[in-house]
Nanobody, 123 residues
Framework: QVQLIESGGGLVQAGGSLRLSCANS????????MGWLRQALGKEREFVAA????????YYADTVKGRITISRDNAKATVYLQMNNLKPEDTAVYYC????????????????WGQGTQVTVSS
């Protein structure tokens, strides 16, 4: 069973940084490709970043490349999202989820979503 819990969101000024964490309280975490996605108010959920089960391959949306880094610690069953140089347009609820099918950039390819953590970037 997969149960994901996100943390680390908050309010930050433009140009600031946040580190999000997603902990899995279930088993077999190291078998899963994991992703971070976000949903801004009034918009559709969108892909942010993903990481392979072993951590050796990462994927990023073009809008966050160079500013956001995804990583994981399988011993701690946790995936991270380090966000730097944040912009007001990064404001959204951020979710982690398990990638199970289709393209990593498609939100429809994810299951076992966490409850989300709010990130608000003020200008």
């Amino acid at each position: 069973q997969v149960q994901l819990i996100e943390s680390g969101g908050g309010l930050v000024q433009a140009g600031g940084s946040l580190r999000l964490s997603c902990a899995n309280s279930g088993d077999s975490f190291s078998n899963y490709r994991m992703g971070w996605l976000r949903q801004a108010l009034g918009k559709e959920r969108e892909f942010v970043a993903a990481i392979s089960s072993g951590g050796g391959t990462t994927y990023y949306a073009d809008t966050v490349k160079g500013r956001i880094t995804i990583s994981r610690d399988n011993a701690k069953a946790t995936v991270y999202l380090q966000m730097n140089n944040l912009k007001p347009e990064d404001t959204a609820v951020y979710y982690c989820a398990v990638h199970t099918r289709n393209s990593v950039s498609s939100p429809r390819g994810y299951d076992y979503w966490g409850q989300g953590t709010q990130v608000t970037v003020s200008s």
